[in-house]
């Protein structure tokens, strides 16, 4: 959807989006685009 959305001309300044869409492909994706980007997640993972 993202490259579609560019495709028309468009450029947002970020990507939102919950932590369903939070896997690292997708942000790496996004960061391909120059796009910022917010995604809530579910916890924040402790070092041992």
Same mark, same amino acid.
């Given at each position: 959807?993202?490259?579609?959305?560019?495709?028309?001309?468009? !450029?947002? =300044? *970020?990507?939102?989006?919950?932590?369903?869409?939070?896997? =690292?492909?997708?942000?790496?994706?996004? !960061?391909?685009?120059?796009?910022? *980007?917010? *995604?809530?997640?579910? !916890?924040?993972?402790?070092?041992?």
């Amino acid at each position: 959807m993202l490259a579609e959305v560019i495709a028309w001309g468009l !450029k947002p =300044a *970020f990507v939102t989006g919950d932590s369903w869409y939070a896997s =690292a492909e997708n942000l790496e994706y996004i !960061k391909h685009y120059e796009l910022g *980007f917010l *995604f809530g997640i579910e !916890k924040i993972a402790q070092s041992p």
